[in-house]
């Protein structure tokens, strides 16, 4: 069964910084692609990073420069480092998987995803 959790949400002053984990198991985690996505209350689910099999990030504008996305292929665990967290940056934060393509832009698309963790919360205060 495929399975992905996250973990690592906390609530955090403006400024401050947070790491969250998303362990996976039931595939061949080496091969797939990953989102990070947030979504805030009465908002759409957005991306806010990826990274495919070759460890190739891309991240939403608003993400860059603050959080650094990576994984570790032999723990099948993917992270999410974020820093000088804003208050709009809070909301519940989810990973996702895809077991078929290489990664691209699709990859901050929430539509081209099988696969979703039960999320994490995020809340940053100012």
């Known amino acids: 069964k495929i399975q992905l959790a996250e973990s690592g949400g906390d609530s955090v002053q403006a400024g401050g910084s947070l790491r969250l984990v998303c362990e996976a198991s039931g595939f061949m985690f080496i091969r797939a692609s990953f989102g990070w996505f947030r979504q805030a209350p009465g908002k759409d689910r957005e991306g806010v990073a990826g990274i495919d099999s070759y460890d190739d990030p891309i991240y939403a504008a608003s993400a860059k420069g603050r959080f650094t996305v990576s994984k570790d292929n032999n723990k099948s665990t993917l992270y999410l480092d974020m820093k000088n967290l804003k208050p709009e940056d809070s909301g519940m934060y989810y990973c996702?998987?895809?077991?078929?393509?290489?990664?691209?832009?699709?990859?901050?698309?929430?539509?081209?995803?099988?696969?979703w963790g039960q999320g994490t919360q995020v809340t940053v205060s100012s």
């Open positions: 996702a998987a895809d077991l078929r393509r290489f990664g691209g832009d699709w990859q901050l698309l929430k539509g081209e995803y099988n696969y």
